[in-house]
C-alpha cells in the first residue's frame, strides 16, 4: 500500500530523519467550512504547525493518488473543486477511476497510518448517531482507529451524536481515549458531556509515554486524545442547547429520519447560531492541531 502513496517532498523528508509530523484531514476544508473561508482555514492550519517547527501532512486523493502532504496548487483543489466525501471504503474506487476525494477522519487515519505517521488532528471524531440501534448508522471512524495505530487529537464528538454510545464502542474496540486536562470527555463546540472519562494526561509528553506503551505492548488501535476547546472560546451552553432543541424540533417536524438528520441538524445549527456554531468549530480546530503539534513533537523526542 505505501508503495501506491504519494509524499510530498517535505512530508517524507521530514519522516526520514525522524522530524515531527502531524496528519490533517481534507473533508473539513472540501465539506465543513464554506468558500472561501475554507481554503484561508487549510493554510492557517499548516502554518500553525510549520511554526511550531512540525511538518504539516495534509491528505487527499487527487486524480485517483493518495497524496500525503499537499503543495499550494493541491491545497487550493480541496478547497474549491467538488470532491467526493472519501472513507476508508470509498479509496480503491477513487483509486481505479483516476478520480479525487476529500478525506474523512477514517480515511485520513489509514493513509497517514500507511505512511508512517503517528499523529493527526481534527476537529470532532464521527461516532455512534441517534437511533442507530434501528438505523445502524455508525461513523467508520470508530472501527478504523479499531485496526489503525494513530494518536487522533479530537474535541470529542458532536452533541447530536449518541455520546454514550460512542464511548460504549470505543471501549469495545479496545481504542484508549485519554483526556487532556479533563476526566470529563467534552462535546465539541462545548468543554464537557455528561460522561467521565477512566484515565487523564496532562502534558504532550504524557500522551508520548502512552503510545510508547501502547507499542511496546503489541497494541495496534488507535488512541484518542480529548482535547477541550479552551473555555474563553466555547458555546455558551445556554445557545448551544436552545439551538440545538430547535433544530432537533425541526427535523421532527419535517419528517427527516436516518442517515439525512444529522447533515441536516449540522446546518441548521450553522443556520440558527448565525455562524456561532462556525466560529467555535474553527476555534477547536486550531486548538487541537496545536496540541497535535506538541504530541508530534514530543513523540519525535522520544526516537
Request: glycine share 8%; no cysteine; charged share 20%.
Amino acid at each position: 500500500m505505501k508503495s501506491s502513496l504519494r509524499l510530498s517532498d517535505e512530508v517524507a523528508t521530514a519522516l526520514a530523519a525522524g522530524r515531527p509530523v502531524v496528519a490533517l484531514e481534507s473533508t473539513i476544508i472540501s465539506h465543513g467550512l464554506p468558500r472561501p473561508r475554507n481554503h484561508a482555514a487549510a493554510l492557517e492550519f499548516e502554518s500553525i504547525l510549520r511554526e511550531a517547527g512540525v511538518t504539516p501532512a495534509t491528505i487527499a486523493v487527487l486524480d485517483g493518488v493518495p497524496r500525503i502532504g499537499l503543495d499550494a496548487e493541491g491545497v487550493r483543489r480541496i478547497a474549491d473543486e467538488d470532491l467526493a466525501k472519501a472513507s476508508v471504503r470509498d479509496l480503491p474506487i477513487l483509486a481505479a477511476r483516476g478520480a479525487s476525494g476529500a478525506t474523512t477522519v477514517a480515511a485520513t487515519a489509514h493513509l497517514a497510518a500507511k505512511a508512517g505517521i503517528r499523529v493527526f488532528a481534527t476537529g470532532g471524531l464521527g461516532g455512534v448517531h441517534r437511533g442507530a440501534s434501528e438505523t445502524f448508522d455508525e461513523s467508520a471512524d470508530l472501527s478504523t482507529l479499531a485496526v489503525t495505530p494513530i494518536t487522533v487529537v479530537s474535541a470529542g464528538v458532536k452533541s447530536v451524536l449518541d455520546i454514550a454510545a460512542t464511548l460504549e464502542r470505543l471501549e469495545t474496540y479496545s481504542v484508549p481515549v485519554v483526556g487532556l486536562g479533563t476526566t470529563v470527555f467534552p462535546s465539541f463546540w462545548l468543554r464537557e458531556s455528561a460522561y467521565t472519562l477512566d484515565w487523564a494526561v496532562d502534558t504532550a509528553e504524557q500522551v508520548a509515554d502512552v503510545m510508547a506503551a501502547h507499542d511496546a505492548l503489541g497494541h495496534t488501535q488507535g488512541i484518542v486524545v480529548a482535547n477541550p476547546i479552551p473555555a474563553d472560546q466555547a458555546w455558551q451552553r445556554e445557545e448551544h442547547d436552545r439551538v440545538l432543541a430547535t433544530a432537533f424540533a425541526e427535523a421532527e417536524a419535517q419528517g427527516i429520519r436516518g442517515k439525512a438528520v444529522t447533515p441536516f441538524l449540522l446546518g441548521r445549527i450553522v443556520e440558527l447560531s448565525e455562524g456561532r456554531s462556525l466560529e467555535v468549530n474553527l476555534d477547536l480546530a486550531r486548538n487541537n492541531v496545536r496540541v497535535a503539534g506538541r504530541i508530534a513533537a514530543a513523540w519525535s523526542a522520544r526516537a
